[in-house]
């Protein structure tokens, strides 16, 4: 028999160019900082190989170093050979050598665009100048959101936000100190988060003291995406010294080496670099000048116009000595990965038409909000000029000082309401105001005191399937939440005071099956203070309705036990029916008239001839409707 003869050996097929790329932006994360240990050598990326001055099609490993030598030098400058070549996924992948060096330039700065991008302006806008107050300036790149709490943030860099000598809440100031040394009437928030390193030179800081609007100055345009830039791939920035510029994306997957200075020295960032668009060259020559540093580089469509995905955050250019015009930048899913940012404000705000809020035409009779004194109007945040603050189905007046709200007023349509879970809704900020005026989650950390909702979640979900479910999530803004103990908030624990509302439509004929509400805290200057913040230990309810076509309203007052935080005691919390006068002189604020004249619990008392003791309510049915 003969024997068979063996089918030749196939031979390894050639990786597509997808999977070559990815193999060598593996070799590069692993290999790469060990190439940036030699001192002459400032960067290594991937790149189209360059033959005689031009750019082949032919993929590389590029490597810039600081001085190009013949090999009979390299020695003197403490430097070794680079190789000619790599073996990455079986295919012999060519090296390249640049001549190239970076900086990241925060020192000395370059007068750049005057304008507003070197003034204090309000609202702030992505593409002025920025930093710490410890530093001179660089650029704010775009507004980004907290991924866990929807707080809004500046983004920058390290080196702006941060710097050397920085740490974590310093004060922001915009403009930049080197272009407005009034660093205490500039400030504008402080730094919340940062790093540095191959994930990139990246932070973010709040927006405390100024409003803010997301379109990037002199392009128009409002980051919505993140994208991931290609070799060849055409981009725009704005920065606060050589304002919109074009570029072209050179180098992808690059690690650079930059010189932070004492006491930081030299990191290793990861990125990709950009050139020189030559379609669009820049002015002087230069895409970017120091003080540019967080600049956010927008991909460009077909049409040369800017769209609204980010490529990257440029971090540093060419050092002032080297011919050769270029810039790097972090890749915008790196720095959002590492910072923990998104692009998106919250589940349900801002919106780009603002929620009608609370009804005061909502049971036929006119009800008003109340009036804050003039001092409480110093004291209150605002949204635009009014302290007034709207949501879906309720609005309120924020306190700056205490953190938490003056009063909430919410309309229930007890008709039309809706069951929906509260499950996976965040509590989270408001994002259209300042954090420094609100309490965030910190407080509620391992210890007894629960976020308690003012407008009750359960009030608020009415109305078409889109509104009632809007509703859901804007009461889990903590503007409508304040410090409660566990044992009044949870459960059948706080009975008495989470039924009040169900109980107006159990006892009473209420016109419409429609009630507005009023509530929140009382305010004492010698309230508990707890991690730093004065803890409410009294809270107001109001509730207004029509009966008989007749506004009536009925006033009540709590207070919590706030030794129970260390003591632990179980002492019950006793709820209060008041005439809505002493309402208005514990909390400062006042009442319309006309809601004042349709409470007669004061003359109830007085007719009844009831002694001045005060008697906490036991049961709902105590209550004199």
């Not at 004060?171 to 990139?200: C, F, M, W, Y």
């Not at 820049?282 to 120091?290: A, D, H, K, R, W």
């Not at 910072?339 to 009804?359: C, H, K, N, R």
């Amino acid at each position: 028999m003969a024997k068979k003869k063996k089918a030749p050996a196939r031979k390894p097929s050639k990786p597509s160019r997808t999977e070559l790329m990815q193999q060598m932006k593996q070799f590069v994360r692993s290999k790469g900082v060990d190439y940036l240990r030699d001192k002459n050598i400032s960067s290594v990326g991937i790149g189209y190989k360059i033959s005689k001055e031009t750019k082949t099609k032919e993929l590389a490993i590029q490597f810039t170093v600081e001085r190009k030598a013949a090999m009979a030098e390299l020695e003197s400058l403490g430097t070794a050979p680079i190789p000619t070549s790599f073996t990455i996924g079986g295919v012999t992948v060519p090296t390249d050598v640049l001549q190239r060096k970076y900086e990241a330039s925060f020192r000395v700065l370059p007068e750049g665009i005057g304008g507003p991008r070197k003034t204090r302006i309000d609202p702030i806008v992505p593409g002025v100048s920025v930093g710490n107050k410890r530093i001179s300036a660089g650029t704010l790149g775009c507004i980004v959101y907290d991924r866990g709490n929807g707080a809004s943030y500046m983004l920058s860099n390290w080196h702006v936000l941060h710097s050397p000598t920085g740490q974590i809440g310093d004060d922001i100031v915009q403009p930049g100190k080197h272009d407005d040394n009034r660093v205490e009437q500039n400030r504008v928030g402080t730094l919340v988060r940062s790093h540095l390193g191959v994930a990139g030179d990246c932070a973010v800081a709040s927006i405390d003291d100024r409003a803010f609007d997301t379109k990037i100055l002199d392009l128009a345009t409002v980051v919505e995406k993140i994208g991931e830039p290609d070799l060849d791939d055409k981009v725009m920035k704005s920065g606060r010294t050589t304002a919109v510029t074009h570029g072209i994306v050179t180098r992808i997957h690059t690690i650079t080496k930059i010189d932070y200075g004492a006491p930081v020295g030299e990191e290793s960032v990861g990125g990709f670099e950009i050139g020189p668009d030559p379609d669009h060259p820049p002015v002087n020559g230069e895409i970017s000048l120091g003080g540019d540093s967080g600049s956010v580089w927008l991909f460009k469509n077909a049409q040369g116009k800017p769209t609204n995905v980010m490529a990257g955050l440029h971090f540093a250019g060419e050092a002032p000595s080297d011919p050769n015009e270029h810039a790097v930048a972090c890749y915008a899913s790196s720095v959002f990965e590492k910072l923990e940012i998104t692009l998106q404000p919250s589940p349900s705000l801002p919106q780009a038409v603002q929620p009608t809020g609370y009804d005061p035409n909502f049971l036929g009779s006119r009800v008003d909000v109340p009036k804050l004194t003039s001092a409480q109007k110093a004291d209150a945040a605002k949204l635009g000029s009014s302290h007034v603050i709207p949501y879906t189905h309720f609005s309120l007046a924020q306190c700056k000082s205490r953190r938490f709200c003056y009063w909430v007023a919410w309309n229930v349509d007890g008709g039309r309401l809706r069951r929906l879970s509260r499950n996976g809704i965040p509590f989270i900020l408001d994002p259209r105001l300042p954090n420094s005026v609100q309490v965030g989650n910190s407080l509620y950390a391992n210890n007894r005191l629960d976020r308690g909702h003012v407008a009750r979640r359960a009030d608020l979900v009415w109305g078409t399937p889109s509104e009632a479910k809007k509703a859901n999530i804007d009461s889990f803004f903590f503007t409508n939440i304040t410090p409660q103990m566990d044992n009044f908030n949870q459960g059948n624990l706080g009975g008495i005071w989470g039924r009040l509302e169900d109980a107006v439509f159990e006892e009473v004929n209420v016109e419409n099956l429609r009630i507005s509400v009023f509530g929140g805290p009382v305010f004492h200057d010698d309230d508990r203070n707890f991690q730093g913040i004065k803890i409410p230990r009294e809270f107001f309810k109001v509730i207004a309705f029509v009966e008989s076509g007749n506004l009536k309203t009925r006033g009540f007052l709590l207070t919590q036990n706030l030794d129970q935080l260390e003591l632990l005691d179980l002492d019950e919390f006793r709820v209060f029916q008041v005439a809505l006068t002493e309402i208005e002189e514990r909390c400062g604020f006042s009442f319309p008239d006309d809601l004042k004249d349709a409470d007669s619990f004061a003359e109830q008392l007085e007719a009844l001839a009831e002694s001045t003791e005060r008697k906490a309510i036991e049961s709902l049915r105590q209550i004199r409707w």
